[in-house]
């Protein structure tokens, strides 16, 4: 039975980071996906995964993913990629979080993020402060899709992994949850994933 939805916030509630990645490619000559294949590779320790575990800094990020880059064939200076990070509120995840939480569901947004949320924009603040609990890779120093971080999750919400169903943009994240027994959707769209998650909470979660 599922009793908690956990959230992906980048690319779930919130757009696709990615859009704003092949637009500046598209507008620079990049490849596309450029920018996104750099952070995957050595996904454990390159520039992106210590800054989402805030072990660099912004300055020492910029510097490590234009070394990152440039070794790749193209030289981007990080600080543009933190500009272009920032999505817009999906409104209809929005109220789906309101329409769970109304259900009696337990919610938790799953971030990796380099700042934490207490220092986002008052629109961001309202939506996160609907969840129950927020876990983030800048806080507590584990990021998705290390295990601890979905362990510290769980142990947080007080539910055991049978319990929650997760969604995430990205399967590299969906796969240790679904390991350790979560149910998973894989986010495409909002509507996609919406319809998905009717389909597994048995609950309306739009109006149409």
């Not at 769970?100 to 220092?119: D, Q």
């Not at 055991?160 to 949850?177: R, S, W």
Request: with cysteine.
């Amino acid at each position: 039975m599922i009793t908690s939805v956990l959230f992906d916030f980048g690319g779930v509630v919130l757009t696709s980071p990615f859009d704003a990645f092949n637009e500046f490619e598209e507008a620079n000559g990049l490849p596309l996906d450029f920018i996104r294949g750099i952070n995957t590779k050595n996904p454990d320790d390159n520039a992106w995964a210590k800054f989402e575990r805030r072990d660099v800094t912004d300055i020492e990020f910029g510097e490590l993913f234009a070394e990152e880059s440039a070794a790749a064939g193209h030289r981007v200076d990080g600080s543009i990629v933190l500009e272009l990070i920032h999505g817009k509120l999906r409104p209809e995840m929005v109220e789906a979080i309101r329409r769970i939480k109304a259900a009696g569901l337990k919610t938790a947004c799953l971030t990796n993020n380099f700042r934490p949320w207490s220092e986002a924009s008052p629109d961001i603040k309202e939506v996160m402060g609907l969840f129950d609990e927020v876990i983030e890779s800048s806080v507590i120093g584990i990021r998705k899709p290390e295990i601890g971080f979905y362990e510290y999750a769980l142990a947080a919400l007080e539910i055991p992994p049978t319990e929650a169903v997760f969604l995430d943009d990205l399967g590299i994240n969906l796969k240790p949850a679904r390991a350790m027994g979560m149910e998973t959707i894989k986010v495409l769209g909002a509507d996609q994933a919406l319809t998905d998650l009717q389909a597994v909470l048995g609950i309306a979660l739009r109006d149409s």
